[in-house]
């Protein structure tokens, strides 16, 4: 059953049959049915939505507004409380500058983040004067609730935590978190880039007012598309940044009245054929079925660790109980960038290296003056086969460089 399920998936994604294809963490391939459902939207009801009476315009609109409806059924939560964005990125600039921040307030999080939900506040420090307090994880990139509550004080305003780290693949604990920041009064946001579509994601068990979701990593979807959830109970406490068409009511020459949520949050023409590809994506995602992806996932990470960790002069980062999705390593001595190509020439075997837009998370683990680290993901088309010409092509590439 679990390997028919996987030459489905792989049936679907003509490009592995050409590639060992591990870097979902970065993007992930688009399955047909997706393309598909984009490509229906362009040959027969190209059309804006929510701007026209005719048939082609309401289709358009109906089909939009039902890939967020599928989308809020899957994160457990509102349809109005699924705003679309281009990306996690823009997901959290939007809270990092539609909350009202004053000089003085504090947000809390880890350094280990992406620099998507680290520079956003960098900058907020420069510009406004809030006060930044970061927790630092362990040594296997794992943050400690205790070290968050201790660092709570009237000032904080959000605590903001990712769920898995890009850069290492470790898992945060961020239900508990998200019990002290509703204990102590405090927004709370979690960045679930690397967790949405690899594992269950509910909106309720976090307790988090803010998740931000990309399209094009777990959930298969396409690239350019992406969305934040944002709890009933703090929309109010956050401004449109993005305003102009379809973000407003009625105006005057002299003011002007918001939509209703989440219009108010998506000004201008959307990316309307990628949400409807992700509103696809999301149905097929859960065909498969998220414990079935996890518990393969968890298999493989676990079998891709140990191929790495076998030869005797790599550094593996990240404790094989903790980490998800993501393998990081290097070769003793040899430049990260390196190892990727030869893998590629080698094998055609894709993997990311460098500092993977986490430079504190790279130094935080030894490993900046390495170039950073190669960096090998997973989703659930991978098969332990791929895995295992991976581990034998590293130990040919480790043993040229000298083992």
């Known amino acids: 059953m679990e390997n028919d399920a996987i030459i489905n998936i792989r049936a679907d994604i003509p490009l592995l049959e050409e590639v060992i294809y591990l870097d979902a963490a970065s993007t992930t391939p688009t399955p047909k049915p997706v393309v598909e459902a984009m490509c229906d939207y362009f040959y027969n009801y190209n059309s804006n939505t929510g701007r026209g009476a005719y048939?082609?315009?309401?289709?358009?609109?109906?089909?939009?507004?039902?890939?967020?409806?599928?989308?809020?059924?899957?994160?457990?939560?509102?349809?109005?409380e699924v705003i679309f964005t281009k990306n996690t990125t823009e997901a959290i600039n939007l809270v990092a500058n539609g909350l009202d921040f004053k000089k003085g307030d504090s947000i809390i999080l880890s350094n280990i983040e992406h620099h998507s939900n680290f520079i956003p506040w960098l900058n907020l420090k420069k510009k406004q004067g809030i006060k930044?307090?970061?927790?630092?994880?362990d040594k296997y990139g794992v943050v400690d609730p205790t070290d968050i509550e201790s660092a709570v004080d009237s000032n904080t305003k959000l605590i903001t935590t990712t769920h898995v780290s890009n850069a290492i693949g470790s898992v945060q604990p961020v239900n508990e978190i998200g019990k002290i920041a509703d204990e102590n009064n405090v927004l709370y946001m979690v960045d679930a880039a690397q967790s949405a579509g690899h594992m269950k994601v509910d909106v309720k068990e976090t307790k988090a007012d803010f998740i931000t979701f990309p399209g094009h990593k777990g959930l298969l979807g396409p690239i350019g598309t992406g969305f934040l959830y944002c709890g009933e109970q703090s929309v109010e406490k956050l401004e449109p940044m993005n305003l102009g068409g379809g973000t407003v009511l009625d105006v005057t020459e002299t003011e002007f009245s918001f939509e209703d949520v989440p219009a108010r949050f998506e000004g201008g023409t959307q990316n309307i054929a990628g949400f409807i590809g992700l509103g696809v994506a999301v149905d097929y995602?859960?065909?498969?079925?998220?414990?079935?992806?996890?518990?393969?996932?968890?298999?493989?990470?676990?079998?891709?660790?140990?191929?790495?960790?076998?030869?005797n002069n790599t550094i593996v980062y990240g404790s094989p109980e903790n980490i998800y999705g993501i393998v990081a390593f290097n070769i003793d001595g040899v430049n990260a960038h390196d190892v990727a190509k030869i893998l590629d020439e080698l094998k055609n075997i894709c993997v990311r290296s460098g500092h993977h837009c986490a430079i504190p998370a790279i130094r935080h683990i030894g490993a900046y003056e390495l170039g950073g680290t190669v960096r090998a993901s997973l989703h659930y088309y991978n098969t332990e086969e791929e895995i295992q010409i991976f581990g034998e092509t590293l130990r040919e590439i480790s043993k040229f460089f000298g083992e």
């Open 55 to 80: 048939r082609m315009a309401v289709k358009s609109t109906k089909e939009f507004e039902h890939a967020r409806y599928r989308i809020s059924k899957f994160i457990n939560c509102r349809s109005s």
């Open 132 to 137: 930044l307090k970061i927790i630092k994880a």
């Open 285 to 311: 995602i859960d065909r498969i079925g998220l414990e079935r992806i996890e518990k393969h996932s968890k298999k493989l990470t676990s079998k891709l660790f140990q191929e790495i960790n076998d030869i």
